[in-house]
């Protein structure tokens, strides 16, 4: 894919609100086989798609990517002998040494792209659309859905949902939301209202699970309130939640990295796996960049000894 057509792909994997980041060559220093403007996704489970250069690079792209989309934070890094940039380097910039065969150095600029919060009203009341246009003004997903066109698919385990049916068919409504394992469900009503439809559904045989999951009345309790302060109410319950982490916050969830190992050669990071030409000696298993890497440990292991990593 070229660069055009990653741009496509990210657009596409952040509307599924799926968290990736996106790596573009900056700046390159030839030989390279990457150019200005070469771009990659690089996913929460560290699959690279697209190119920005090649076995040398890659690994040092995956790896700062996945702490990016930890952090939530930008990173510029520089991939290269640090003599290519002596003093120049501006603090703040990674930069990673590459000492693989070519002479080649990458300036590359890795974002984190996480997806928004995603907000499923459900109902037709003013109070519903008031929230649908207040959380959109914070820059949230919102999807306003009638109660009788609502389906637990229109959610996912990331979704807040907020049923405000006001009495039209709550209870199946509820049942339908509270099978999607949203990050929250709030049903607008009284508690008198709320225990009705809770006992309602317990009867019906709903997990005891899903159904302690839903908060009602939803919303900050800020007494007697009209119908839009109501709306800001429940908005304000959400940013609160979400600021303390209880439903979700703004980076990707960390994830288990993948095997590393060094070449014991050029001291390159790279996956302990069979792409990496791995090569058994004295009990230890080996990985390398290249297959020139792992013809000089062939021809003098014991040159080597003192890199040596276990995979």
Same mark, same amino acid.
């Given at each position: 894919?070229?660069?055009?057509?990653?741009?496509?792909?990210? @657009? #596409? %994997?952040? *509307?599924?609100g799926?968290s990736? /980041?996106?790596?573009?060559?900056?700046?390159r220093?030839?030989p390279s086989?990457?150019q200005p403007?070469?771009?990659?996704?690089?996913?929460?489970e560290?699959e690279?798609r697209?190119?920005?250069g090649?076995a040398?690079?890659?690994?040092?792209?995956?790896r700062a990517a996945?702490?990016?989309?930890?952090?939530?934070?930008?990173?510029?890094?520089?991939?290269?002998?640090?003599d290519?940039?002596?003093?120049t380097?501006?603090?703040?910039m990674?930069v990673?040494?590459?000492?693989?065969?070519?002479?080649?150095?990458?300036?590359v600029?890795i974002e984190?792209?996480?997806?928004?919060?995603?907000l499923?009203?459900?109902?037709?009341?003013?109070?519903?659309?008031t929230? @649908? #246009? %207040?959380? *959109?003004?914070l820059?949230?997903r /919102?999807?306003?859905?009638?109660?009788?066109?609502?389906a637990?698919?229109?959610?996912?385990e990331r979704?807040?949902?907020?049923?405000a049916?006001?009495?039209?068919?709550?209870?199946a409504?509820?049942?339908?939301?509270?099978?999607?394992?949203?990050?929250?469900l709030?049903?607008?009503g009284?508690?008198?209202?709320?225990?009705?439809v809770l006992?309602y559904l317990a009867?019906?045989g709903v997990p005891?699970?899903?159904l302690?999951?839903?908060?009602v009345?939803?919303?900050?309790?800020?007494g007697?309130t009209?119908h839009?302060e109501?709306?800001?109410?429940?908005?304000?319950e959400?940013?609160?939640?979400r600021?303390?982490?209880?439903?979700?916050g703004?980076?990707a969830?960390?994830?288990?990295?993948?095997?590393?190992s060094?070449?014991?050669?050029?001291?390159?990071?790279?996956?302990a796996?069979?792409?990496?030409?791995?090569?058994?000696?004295?009990?230890?298993?080996?990985y390398?960049?290249s297959?020139?890497?792992?013809?000089s440990?062939?021809?003098?292991?014991?040159?080597y000894?003192?890199r040596?990593?276990?995979?």
């Amino acid at each position: 894919m070229d660069g055009w057509q990653i741009l496509e792909q990210a @657009a #596409d %994997l952040a *509307r599924r609100g799926e968290s990736f /980041a996106l790596a573009t060559v900056v700046w390159r220093q030839g030989p390279s086989s990457s150019q200005p403007s070469s771009r990659a996704i690089i996913t929460a489970e560290g699959e690279l798609r697209g190119w920005i250069g090649g076995a040398c690079a890659e690994p040092a792209v995956i790896r700062a990517a996945r702490d990016v989309l930890t952090t939530g934070t930008a990173q510029l890094l520089l991939l290269g002998s640090p003599d290519q940039f002596g003093g120049t380097v501006p603090d703040g910039m990674a930069v990673v040494p590459v000492s693989c065969q070519s002479d080649g150095a990458l300036e590359v600029y890795i974002e984190p792209v996480l997806p928004v919060p995603h907000l499923v009203v459900v109902g037709r009341s003013p109070m519903a659309h008031t929230l @649908a #246009d %207040l959380s *959109r003004a914070l820059g949230w997903r /919102a999807d306003l859905i009638d109660g009788t066109d609502f389906a637990t698919s229109d959610a996912s385990e990331r979704s807040m949902i907020v049923v405000a049916t006001q009495g039209h068919n709550d209870e199946a409504v509820v049942e339908r939301a509270a099978a999607a394992r949203p990050a929250y469900l709030g049903l607008v009503g009284s508690a008198r209202r709320g225990a009705a439809v809770l006992g309602y559904l317990a009867d019906r045989g709903v997990p005891q699970e899903q159904l302690e999951r839903v908060k009602v009345p939803a919303g900050l309790d800020l007494g007697r309130t009209t119908h839009p302060e109501i709306a800001v109410a429940i908005l304000a319950e959400l940013v609160q939640l979400r600021a303390a982490g209880a439903i979700g916050g703004t980076a990707a969830p960390a994830r288990t990295e993948p095997a590393e190992s060094t070449d014991p050669v050029c001291g390159m990071t790279v996956p302990a796996g069979p792409d990496s030409l791995p090569l058994e000696h004295d009990g230890m298993t080996y990985y390398f960049c290249s297959a020139g890497c792992r013809r000089s440990f062939e021809r003098d292991p014991a040159a080597y000894r003192e890199r040596e990593t276990r995979c």
